[in-house]
């Protein structure tokens, strides 16, 4: 997301997978990241309404640390999610992963943590994307290697410890036809 200033056309923040700028030093304006990407923010105020109060009401349990301490400040489509389970209608999770290291580190590993988290909250079913098709793509690896990468970084997602009974992980090479 780059924003530009008005008067003189230079960028006033850069933010995507790469960079995290704001002009002159400045800081993020996370309200225009949120208006950007369509989100809303989280309400995590004491009201009975609120995002945080609202899962701890429906789910029985405390809300996850993320969303307690404001770690997670906006969403999109949380209120539906959560519309959904008070209805008592059924729904997934579907996160993923794009393999290019061995490893997961912190940031690999902080939404699998969410994830697992909900689903272990809702007790819904997971499903879990590698796309490692992609990643042999766009950061030159070859197919094998892209293949090695995936399985590694699938050891990893499972050691997050996800209902093994209610968790789909898939690679694309192997599901969506190589």
């Given at each position: ?7 003189n ?6 933010v ?15 309200d ?25 009401r429906l789910?029985g ?40 290291s ?16 909900l689903?272990?909250?809702?007790k819904v079913?997971?499903v ?14 070859s197919?094998?290697?892209?293949q ?8 990893d ?14 690679s ?6 190589g």
């Amino acid at each position: 997301m780059e924003n530009k200033d008005e008067k003189n056309g230079e960028q006033e923040q850069v933010v995507n997978p790469w960079e995290v700028s704001a002009k002159d030093g400045g800081k993020i304006d996370y309200d225009k990241l949120i208006d950007k990407f369509g989100c809303q923010k989280l309400d995590q105020s004491s009201s009975e309404l609120s995002h945080v109060k609202r899962v701890e009401r429906l789910t029985g349990r405390p809300a996850h640390v993320f969303l307690r301490r404001g770690v997670f400040f906006a969403h999109r489509d949380f209120d539906d999610i959560l519309n959904a389970y008070e209805r008592g209608e059924k729904f997934y999770l579907y996160t993923g992963r794009g393999p290019s290291s061995e490893a997961l580190h912190l940031g690999h590993l902080v939404p699998f943590m969410f994830t697992k988290y909900l689903q272990d909250a809702f007790k819904v079913p997971l499903v879990i994307q590698l796309t490692d098709d992609e990643k042999c793509m766009w950061k030159n690896l070859s197919v094998e290697e892209s293949q090695r990468l995936a399985r590694e970084n699938a050891k990893d997602i499972i050691a997050c410890g996800f209902d093994i009974s209610k968790t789909f992980i898939f690679s694309d090479f192997d599901y969506v036809g190589g």
